[in-house]
Each structure stands twice: as C-alpha cells, then as structure tokens.
T-cell receptor, first 118, second 115 residues
C-alpha cells in the first residue's frame, strides 16, 4: 500500500516550453501533496504544499507563476513548469500523506521526474 | 527554526562491516524524526521514523536508529552492511508550518559499500 507514482519519469524539452508533471496516489487518498526539487548531489528542497480543491502554498523564494500547481482530486496533483529554462533542469519529487492513516506525519514519495531543459 | 545536520557527506565501508550515519537536529519543541534512503534516480523510501515512545527505533533492511534528546541526535546504524545498501541516506525532521507537518531534510550522506 501507500504507493505514489509520477509521470513522466524523464522529460527533455526546449527552452521556453512548458512541462507538466503528474503525481498520483495509487491506493490511498491524499488531501495534501508536497513538491520537492533536488539538484545533483544535493538534498530535497520543499517547493510547495498542494491541497485538494484549494490554492497551493509556496515556500519562500519559489515563483508561483513559474511553478503552477493544481490539486484537482484526492489522488492527483500536477506541477507545471512554465516557460522552462535550463536552470529549471532538476529532479522533481512529489510526496503525499495518507488521509486514511489519520493524516499522520509520514509522507510517501514518488519515484521522481528528471527534467532537462535544452 | 528547526534544522538537520548530517555530519558526514560520504561514508565508505567494507561489506559486512558495521556502519553509523550521524544526524543531529536543532529544535525547541518536540520533534518527529525520519531516515529515508534514495537509490540512484529514484524517489525516497522510508527506513524508519521516531514519533514517540521507545528511543530505539527499528526499521527495514536491518537498520535501526536511536533518538537521543539530550544530544539532539538520531544516528542511523546497521551492524553488517551489504553492497545493496549503497545509496544516499537522508535524515529529516518534521516541522509544523502553515498548518502542515513539513519535512526538513539534511544534506544527505552517501554510503558506499565496497566488497
């Protein structure tokens, strides 16, 4: 149980295009999902907290117009990198909390999406 | 503010040897602590967590960690490592902010197990 998937696993795009990354909780409902960014050989940095049916909460320094988050249902959150540039190249990881587990403190992580902007 | 310090960026060790990955945290309130493992190009997998109760926490793959409040540490240990344990290990503390329990990660420790 508690499986989180991400799609695509890897994407290469041209500078100036937009890329959408999906995060799904496969066997549980998640009112809250989190989006992280990880640069090579570095730790995960929280970008935003995504809530089903409401606006996402962004961490300080993260451009909300650049990284659009939509949490359309209890099992799906999407991150859209708009007008991507090479500096947006990174590993993007989502996580979700299991609502059925009393909204506990454990986050279940997706496998990540490697974005490369040329 | 809460923070996590992983004292070793890399830990080389021979197969079947014991290993300890160090983690210290700073917090003025009660904390929840976690250890995650990340294999190349993959997401994070939870090894173990401390929420309350016994300070010695046992996790998956033979790992365990001990919560030491006086030393604000949560070191990860394994008595005998395998080649397959080669990975990046992250210590994390849960921080309540903006209505949510968010995770703050340490910089990570690269465990390299050699034959």
């Amino acid at each position: 149980g508690a499986v989180v998937s991400q799609h695509p696993s890897r994407v290469i795009c041209k500078s100036g295009t937009s890329v959408k990354i999906e995060c799904r909780s496969l066997d549980f409902q998640a009112t809250t999902m989190f989006w992280y960014r990880q640069f090579p050989k570095q730790s995960l940095m929280l970008m935003a907290t995504s809530n089903e049916g409401s606006k996402a909460t962004y961490e300080q320094g993260v451009e909300k117009d650049k990284f659009l988050i939509n949490h359309a249902s209890l099992t799906l959150s999407t991150l859209t990198v708009t007008s991507a540039h090479p500096e947006d190249s990174s590993f993007y990881i989502c996580s979700a909390r299991d609502l059925g587990n009393g909204g506990g403190n454990e986050q279940f992580f997706g496998p990540g999406t490697r974005l490369t902007v040329l | 503010a809460q923070s996590v310090t992983q004292l070793d960026s890399q830990v080389p060790v021979f197969e079947e040897a014991p290993v300890e990955l160090r983690c210290n945290y700073s917090s003025s309130v009660s904390v929840y602590l976690f250890w995650y493992v990340q294999y190349p190009n993959q997401g994070l997998q939870l090894l173990l967590k401390y929420l309350s109760g016994s300070t010695l926490v046992k996790g998956i793959n033979g790992f365990e960690a001990e919560f030491n409040k006086s030393q604000t540490s949560f070191h990860l240990r394994k008595p005998s490592v395998h080649i397959s344990d080669t990975a990046e290990y992250f210590c994390a503390v849960s921080r309540f902010s903006g209505g949510y329990n968010k995770l703050i990660f340490g910089a990570g420790t690269r465990l390299a197990v050699h034959p």
